[in-house]
């Protein structure tokens, strides 16, 4: 596959507080330098761009020498926190904002989706929003006569297609608002957190819709979410920013993993006292553990480790309790649940205690969650990630170091035998 969009070095420098230079004469100038005589932009001097002056402490670089290479018919996944630099790069890409070093080159038509409703005028139906939204995102009126049917039949509002869209529920509107989007043909889409919002059923079906985008149009595809199971399910290369910069380049779900455990403390023990725990009138959590039971005098906990969570809580009335642990991936995947049977226990303190073999989980990053619940497991509380911790990687007797498929990885009897 060739190269189609080409990213070469570039950054971007904002100055806070102020817009222009306070003076029309000297934006005129600005402007005349830069775009007619292709000058350098002296308003940029050279002390500003290395950051050498504290008289520009009032500038941010919201991207800094960022470079990479996205390939024809790829999907590409920006992740990183608040404020390292994804919607700059989106915005950039999109042509809405130019960088201040650096080169883009692409091939083909780029559409972005930067804001889902983008030219949804609320005083008008459903189907007028169509054509106006439709053609604010390049969409030609015979190209929108052509798919109209297909996309009111994706958004799953037909009854409702001639209702004003101010009478629309929040679903509905992001559900017509993405059907126009999804309905593009660019050589190049953009979106922009597009799966933040909508009901499961909705985000199930956008993820669907990118997916045969790509796949069965060979269209690219560069999309930025902070739900890390879409970016793991949807993109084959994923771009860590940080701070402005490419921290990480490469396989999904290397650089998710990476991403996630650099932003995750581990945590193998936390205890309160009776007033400060955690709980309510009937149970206040006093203690939660992880034991390693390590094989050999170290601190690493690989593949091999058997894991053993214990736990105190302060029981106020006698009743009928049971315990529910649960093992969570960092993408919130859950591995398992286990439930205790139901059990008179009369008031004062109750420690729970269970034990993970070890050759089960896979090497990544995990939490637990841990919940008490009634005769009828019902919730009475739960304590939400209150466990971290990493598996490390073991290998014996195989060449074989890619990573292993799943997040487990159980040594259960397998063999081959001669006939």
Not at 189 to 200: F, K, M, N, P, R
Not at 212 to 225: A, E, L
Not at 304 to 309: D, F, P, Y
Not at 392 to 414: C, I, L, Q
Request: glycine share 8%; net charge neutral.
């Amino acid at each position: 596959m060739s190269v189609i969009v080409e990213v070469n070095n570039i950054s971007k420098l904002f100055r806070l507080g102020t817009f222009g230079s306070s003076s029309l004469r000297q934006d005129v100038s600005r402007w005349w330098n830069k775009a007619v005589l292709n000058k350098e932009d002296a308003f940029f001097q050279k002390n500003v761009m290395d950051g050498q002056d504290a008289l520009y402490k009032n500038y941010l670089w919201a991207l800094k020498g960022v470079s990479f290479n996205i390939t024809e018919g790829e999907v590409v996944g920006i992740i990183g926190r608040n404020g390292a630099g994804k919607s700059t790069l989106l915005k950039i890409l999109s042509r809405i904002i130019a960088p201040t070093e650096g080169t883009i080159k692409g091939k083909g038509k780029i559409s972005s989706l930067l804001e889902v409703g983008t030219g949804f005028h609320a005083d008008l139906t459903g189907r007028e929003n169509i054509f106006i939204s439709g053609n604010m995102l390049g969409m030609k009126k015979l190209e929108i006569l052509k798919k109209f049917d297909e996309i009111v039949e994706f958004s799953g509002i037909e009854d409702f297609i001639d209702t004003p869209v101010k009478r629309y529920s929040s679903g509905m509107y992001v559900r017509l608002a993405f059907a126009v989007a999804a309905h593009l043909e660019p050589d190049i889409l953009i979106v922009d957190e597009v799966l933040a919002v909508g009901d499961a059923e909705f985000q199930k079906k956008s993820l669907g819709k990118m997916k045969d985008v790509s796949r069965n149009k060979g269209r690219t595809i560069i999309f930025v979410s902070h739900n890390m199971q879409a970016i793991n399910n949807l993109c084959q290369k994923a771009i860590w920013l940080k701070d402005g910069r490419v921290k990480a380049n490469g396989d999904t779900q290397t650089v998710v993993n990476d991403y996630l455990s650099a932003h995750q403390q581990k945590l193998w023990k936390q205890e309160w006292s009776i007033n400060d725990a955690p709980g309510n009138e009937l149970i206040k959590i006093l203690s939660v553990e992880l034991l390693p039971n390590f094989m050999e005098a170290s601190d690493v906990i690989d593949t091999r480790v058997s894991l053993t969570v214990r736990f105190r809580f302060s029981n106020s009335v006698t009743t009928k309790l049971a315990a529910s642990l649960c093992l969570y991936t960092l993408s919130e995947e859950c591995i398992f649940d286990i439930v205790t049977k139901p059990f008179i226990h009369d008031k004062g303190v109750i420690t729970g205690e269970c034990t993970i073999p070890g050759n089960f989980l896979n090497d990544g990053s995990y939490y637990f969650s841990i919940a008490l619940l009634n005769e009828s497991l019902n919730t009475l509380f739960i304590l939400p990630e209150c466990l971290h911790f990493d598996v490390e990687d073991y290998r014996e007797g195989t060449s074989y170091f890619g990573k292993w498929n799943g997040y487990v990885r159980p040594s259960f009897p397998f063999v081959l035998t001669g006939s």
